[in-house]
């Protein structure tokens, strides 16, 4: 049992190899160390560990966690795209032991009914996720409705918040018609606001799935057959006709001092399963050979399993960050933290409780008005006629509220801010990501498909929050006005230029005549990115579907191979995506368990 950065020789071969120690993988292989601790696991992850690293540890500090080129997360560039205004979007993924779970915003939102239900898969209804979704949290938060767990390994919990801006901000929505639901995670509620809750323990800490569920594990002297390999890509996993027997990895060089051509080889004498994200997945999976035969052989690599669908129908859901100057104090937003002040040893030292706040102090899911439908245009009203009208829980957009502005560049004033981050829930547009060569160093092809959808769903999707969300902006008493860089640039003379002062509750809506809508698309276009919620890039559906997962979660065409992370997404959810993937980890571990006899 053992955590390593290089692997002991003396290990050649365990029973299962999870590939991916992030926020699903962790959870596998600690649920399967448990039921039966003779069982040889080994996770092989690619990044460092997350262990005792204050800016991972610590919520006040998760925008350094975040920050572009730090070493806990994997970027991927996508392709440029005219529909981005020719930007090469860049998508990171968690790439640290607790992936996503420890680099994430620790927002604890649940999926709708609904997007279980549209999954159509046995075993997968929306009343046995939510026996997984209960085993996995002890919530801290109203559960009237007693749609909680109790006892699991994830705290979830609300404790420090700044009240004015969370009141002020639910009130303005309020007057909106999206009044507050104390609990809008029972996967039925919808159209309202909610107090944010978070993976963030009674501690302060962050609650991610390598802390909370692995390391006990690893220290307890309880799971002697328990390994972790870190700093180790995994190449591909190797075959014996069509039957997973191991893997192939090589030392990530990020990290440590290896020849590049240094392979070393682990077999798995019962499973692999592969945990990599809905990017890293879909990749392993074609180096491995299974994918589309076409993008197989154009890249050198010999085909061992016809599945088209490896790498297609990915998403995201597609965020875009408004941010306000407000009269809020020095102590009621994180902007001091993240500009550098005061020193981050003393904070730490006197374990002062703004340690443990994400920012995050409310969030909505939010439909419609029918007015604003037909506003939308014919084409958005079909699609929402059939999308949306009779699954009356489901959003159109989600939305976010922190005392913050989400970042330190050099010409915004030192003031103290707040933020709205918004995204479509059920973005219309697809993406692929693909292998281009056999190797870990060949770069991906990898497009977002943003706002590329056929009639321009998910920009008036984008639109209209625009609108809705900077109108309850204006109605906070916090309001100092926008901060003009993230906001659209109006024409000179426009109604609908910024402002510098709050609006009573009953202000009518600011007019946006046909330039002001255009500066609003381009604004869209040049800014909008990810949320860090990439998912549906191995599906589990039918195999003539597209799938490329089936119920249990095996990968068609070959045998002891299955994957368990976001990546078998059949369709979108309402949701920050970390409760799904824990949740996926819990099913899995179920799974996983059954087949090989040590779980009932």
């Known amino acids: 049992m053992g955590i390593y950065s290089i692997l002991p020789e003396s290990i050649e071969e365990v029973d299962v190899i999870i590939v991916g120690g992030g926020c699903s993988g962790c959870i596998v292989a600690s649920r399967l160390s448990d039921a039966d601790p003779s069982l040889s696991i080994l996770i092989i992850e690619g990044g460092t560990n997350n262990r005792h690293v204050h800016e991972l ?39 640290v032991l607790g992936g996503g779970s420890s680099v994430n915003l620790m927002v604890y939102t649940r999926a709708q009914r609904s997007d279980f239900e549209s999954w159509d898969m046995a075993g997968w209804s929306a009343d046995d996720m939510m026996h997984y979704m209960n085993k996995l949290e002890t919530y801290h938060g109203p559960d009237e409705e007693s749609r909680h767990g109790s006892t699991g390994p994830i705290h979830v919990t609300g404790r420090v918040y700044s009240p004015r801006l969370q009141n002020d901000f639910i009130d303005a929505a309020s007057s909106m018609g999206w009044p507050e639901i104390p609990d809008l995670q029972t996967m039925d509620a919808v159209n309202g606001v909610q107090r944010a809750m978070r993976y963030v323990g009674v501690d302060g800490k962050r609650q991610d799935t390598a802390r909370q569920y692995l390391h006990p594990r690893l220290e307890d002297g309880q799971h002697p057959n328990l390994h972790v390999l870190l700093e180790s890509n995994v190449k591909r996993v190797i075959f014996d006709g069509q039957r997973a027997i191991g893997v192939e990895y090589q030392p990530n060089l990020v990290f440590q001092s290896a020849t590049p051509d240094f392979i070393r080889d682990i077999k798995a004498r019962r499973m692999v399963v592969i945990s990599c994200g809905a990017l890293g997945t879909p990749l392993v999976l074609e180096r491995s050979g299974v994918g589309d035969p076409t993008i197989l052989s154009q890249t050198g690599v010999l085909s061992v399993a016809n599945v088209p669908g490896v790498g297609r129908n990915y998403q995201d859901h597609q965020m875009v960050v408004y941010s306000y100057d407000s009269s809020l104090s020095r102590e009621e937003t994180l902007d001091a933290i993240i500009r550098g002040g005061p020193g981050a040893e003393d904070i730490i030292a006197k374990n002062i409780s703004i340690l443990g706040w994400n920012s995050v102090d409310a969030y909505c899911k939010l439909r419609p008005r029918e007015e604003d439908i037909r506003y939308l245009g ?140 255009k500066s609003i698309d381009q604004f869209l276009r040049k800014n909008v990115g990810t949320t860090w919620h990439s998912l549906g890039t191995c599906r589990m559906a039918a195999r003539e579907d597209g799938g490329v997962v089936d119920a249990d979660l095996n990968v068609y065409g070959v045998k002891g191979l299955k994957v368990a992370d976001l990546s078998i997404l059949p369709k979108n959810v309402a949701a920050n995506t970390a409760n799904v993937a824990m949740a996926i980890g819990e099913k899995a571990a179920d799974i996983i368990g059954r087949e090989l006899s040590i779980m009932s």
């Open 57 to 95: 540890t610590r919520p006040a500090y998760l925008m350094s966690g975040l920050a572009p080129g730090n070493k806990y997360n994997l970027f991927y560039k996508a392709a440029e795209s005219e529909a981005l205004a020719g930007r090469e979007l860049v998508v990171p993924s968690g790439g």
């Open 378 to 517: 014919p084409e958005f009203e079909k699609a929402w006629h059939e999308e949306f009208q009779h699954q009356p829980d489901r959003p159109l957009m989600m939305a976010s509220l922190s005392a913050c502005f989400p970042a330190n560049p050099p010409w915004l004033p030192e003031s103290q801010y707040f933020s709205i981050a918004a995204f479509n829930a059920y973005p219309f547009s697809r993406g692929h990501i693909h292998i281009t060569g056999p190797t870990l160093a060949d770069p991906p092809n990898f497009h977002t498909g943003f706002f590329s959808d056929a009639d321009d769903l998910d920009i008036k999707t984008h639109v209209w929050m625009y609108k809705k969300q900077r109108q309850i902006a204006r109605r906070m008493n916090v309001f100092k006005g926008e901060v003009s860089e993230t906001h659209p640039q109006f024409p000179p003379g426009s109604q609908a230029a910024c402002s510098g002062e709050p609006l009573r509750a009953d202000t009518p809506d600011l007019v946006y005549d046909s330039e002001d809508e």
